[in-house]
């Protein structure tokens, strides 16, 4: 049982590039979230998916796009990266009534 | 909106001693989780301890336990016999209760208190 699994775990990205987080949970749970956390801050939310096919906004959605397709994946998808998308992207996975289980986060910088 | 609200950045406390981080909360809502989260310098986000709002028992967790004070909306973490390993950034967090709507809720983190830990 892995948990909740992040890659890449460091990834350099110039302006204008665009990537996909990838994130893959073992845990059979319905619940899924991205966080991002700058440097002294808490994390916040970007999207979170509820379930296959389902996926909602949160607090920072702006520059970033999400797809549920399985229970298990959840990728996080860049577009047109900018400096201000630096930091640390942490997945994370639920059952309705429980505690969220934390990837180990992907640590991004855009140059 | 909620809002959760660490007014201390860092703090400093000897082995073996007792040291109490502070946390207060802003809602409306009766019912809801409360949690505290260690991030140590590898990044992951571990669970410390959990307090359903509508308990009104404190939760504890071996040396980690809470002072759980609804009415004050404060919810501080005690961590007693304090050990080397505590030493990380701690995190203090609310969502809404799956009965008040908040089933798919993310969590609302405050911004940290940094943990040290003198030996």
């Known amino acids: 049982n892995a948990g909740v699994t992040q890659t890449p775990k460091f990834r350099i990205l110039k302006i204008g590039q665009s990537m996909t987080l990838q994130c893959t949970q073992d845990?059979?749970?319905?619940?899924m979230y991205w966080y991002r956390q700058d440097p002294g801050m808490g994390l916040k939310l970007i999207y979170y998916?509820?379930?296959?096919?389902?996926?909602d906004k949160g607090e920072v959605p702006n520059g970033y796009n999400v797809s549920r397709s399985t229970t298990e994946d959840f990728p996080l998808r860049l577009e047109l990266a900018a400096p201000s998308q630096t930091s640390v992207y942490f997945c994370?996975?639920?059952?309705?009534?429980?505690?969220?289980?934390f990837g180990p986060g992907t640590r991004l910088t855009v140059l | 909106a909620q809002t959760v609200t660490q007014s201390q950045p860092e703090m400093s406390v000897q082995e073996a001693e007792t040291v109490t981080l502070s946390c207060t909360y802003d809602?409306?809502?009766?019912?809801?989780?409360l949690f505290w989260y260690k991030q140590p310098p590898s990044r992951q986000m571990i669970l410390v301890i959990r307090q359903e709002a509508y308990k009104q028992q404190n939760a504890t967790e071996n040396r980690f336990s809470v002072n759980f004070q609804k009415a004050a909306k404060s919810f501080s973490l005690k961590i007693s016999d304090s050990q080397l390993g505590d030493a990380a950034m701690y995190f203090c967090a609310y969502r809404r209760s799956p009965e008040q709507g908040g089933g798919a809720d993310g969590l609302t983190f405050g911004k940290g208190t940094h943990l040290i830990i003198q030996p």
């Open positions: 998916s509820v379930g296959a096919g389902i996926t």
């Open positions: 994370a996975s639920s059952r309705i009534q429980t505690e969220q289980f």
């Open positions: 809602t409306s809502e009766s019912d809801y989780y």
């Open positions: 845990m059979n749970h319905n619940y």
